[in-house]
């Protein structure tokens, strides 16, 4: 840490320890000369039981507090976060997770609403999911409930800590974050910020912890952490999510990546197929929802790929096809094999012609990570067949694939896109951020 990192940090901490008694500041400082990644762990465990009794209105205030104090701190976030930039580009990192990685005022400005947004969603605890009263009398009701501590392990995504904080607070867990050395100094000053606000707040600032300074000890206590996280989420690349999912003997979400398909049938509009396909592929490249492929009915082909290839050249795409593709369109460059089965997050994308419906589904079955699949097309039965025959956590019709995201379904920000069968599908919200028990009202009843 350099000399203006640490007097940043003992700032944050001098505010963070003015909203406590002093007997809270003394166990805080004994706790930082000792402080292992357990001890974190332990602290999150005592203080998510704190956070699940919280008021929906104590938990509003909180992440207002939390909004108001990532504003006032947005040159702070900045800088730091171009210290995490300049350092990444001298160590190789690529295009597409520096730009998941930067952070501008605008971004900053879209954390804090995302934060606001997520303090506006219903307060999913203590909903009753359904009840009834057994013949003996005594009444049953199902309510959600929060799981405790979720813990998260995830690349070069600052948005992420806030986001994760964020829901896991208004659904009323504690989070234990591992965000990785990409963006290290950024979440850093993220998570500082977000202590002190809770502290201020007078909610338990434990409720929020990294355990980024650990390393890969931190995360393998995540993944080890029974007793304490009970459920991880892994976000990032292929090979973080199969290692987290390998190695943990904690209950895993398992959010997947992205090879996302774009089916274009002979009845597809010119206009909704090259509108689609643009703002799929190019709004933002480097994310999960972005299409990698692009499969073409022949009888639509030699109507829509000359066009479309030219609309995506046109806008950095570089388009690999096949031997159809690169007949109507001499710009396109050859594809092989391992480009039906890349998660480019670039300006790449891979094309296709295919015989018809039948074979794209066959296609889509065997290279698609059941993320996200849609399909542009006028004819009704293609539709329908397409919605429901396609195994994946979002299916669309005549929409772009970027629309697969919690901010968009209405969630105010999302924990991942889960692409696993069980709890919890698609794009994850408050809901997803909970569990369910079972309460029973009896008047002196006995088994028979």
Not at 81 to 105: F, K
Not at 168 to 197: F, I, Q
Request: charge should be negative; glycine fraction near 6%; hydrophobic fraction near 45%.
């Amino acid at each position: 840490m350099s000399r203006s990192d640490a007097h940043a940090h003992q700032a944050r901490q001098a505010r963070y320890t003015e909203a406590m008694t002093p007997d809270a500041v003394a166990t805080v400082s004994a706790a930082a000369a000792t402080d292992t990644v357990h001890d974190r762990l332990h602290r999150a465990k005592d203080a998510s039981r704190a956070i699940a009794q919280l008021t929906s209105d104590d938990k509003h205030a909180a992440l207002h507090a939390i909004a108001e104090a990532i504003e006032q701190a947005t040159a702070e976030i900045i800088e730091a976060n171009e210290r995490d930039i300049v350092r990444g580009r001298s160590e190789g990192l690529t295009e597409a997770l520096t730009d998941r990685l930067r952070l501008d005022e605008q971004r900053v400005a879209a954390l804090a609403a995302a934060v606001r947004e997520v303090a506006a969603l219903p307060d999913p605890v203590g909903r009753v999911i359904r009840g009834h009263r057994m013949p003996n009398g005594v009444a049953l009701e199902q309510v959600q409930v929060p799981f405790g501590v979720v813990g998260v392990i995830y690349e070069a995504r600052p948005n992420v800590t806030v986001d994760i904080a964020a829901l896991a607070l208004r659904s009323g867990n504690a989070v234990v974050l591992r965000g990785g050395s990409a963006a290290r100094e950024t979440n850093s000053v993220l998570v500082d910020v977000m202590r002190e606000a809770l502290a201020r707040a007078g909610v338990d600032a434990e409720a929020v912890q990294t355990v980024d300074d650990f390393g890969r000890e931190g995360a393998r206590a995540l993944m080890q952490g029974r007793g304490f996280i009970d459920v991880l989420i892994p976000r990032g690349s292929a090979g973080l999510i199969e290692t987290v999912v390998t190695e943990s003997t904690v209950p895993v979400i398992e959010t997947g990546a992205g090879v996302v398909h774009i089916v274009l049938d002979e009845s597809a509009p010119d206009d909704w197929a090259r509108d689609i396909v643009i703002n799929a592929k190019v709004q933002r490249p480097s994310v999960c929802n972005a299409v990698e492929t692009v499969l073409v009915v022949q009888a639509a082909a030699q109507r829509l790929v000359p066009g479309l290839v030219s609309e995506l050249r046109a806008h950095g795409v570089t388009v690999h096809g096949d031997d159809t593709v690169q007949s109507l369109a001499p710009d396109a460059v050859a594809a092989t094999d391992d480009d039906w089965a890349a998660e480019y997050l670039s300006l790449d994308l891979a094309m296709r012609v295919v015989s018809s419906l039948d074979e794209a589904l066959a296609h889509i079955r065997q290279y698609s990570t059941g993320h996200t699949e849609s399909i542009v097309s006028t004819d009704v039965r293609n539709v329908e067949r397409f919605l429901a025959e396609v195994d994946a956590s979002v299916v669309l019709s005549n929409a772009s694939t970027r629309f697969t995201d919690g901010a968009e379904f209405g969630f105010g920000a999302e924990v991942g896109i889960s692409t696993q069968k069980l709890h919890a599908r698609g794009p994850m919200g408050l809901t997803e951020l909970t569990s369910t028990k079972w309460l029973a009202r009896g008047a002196g009843q006995t088994r028979a």
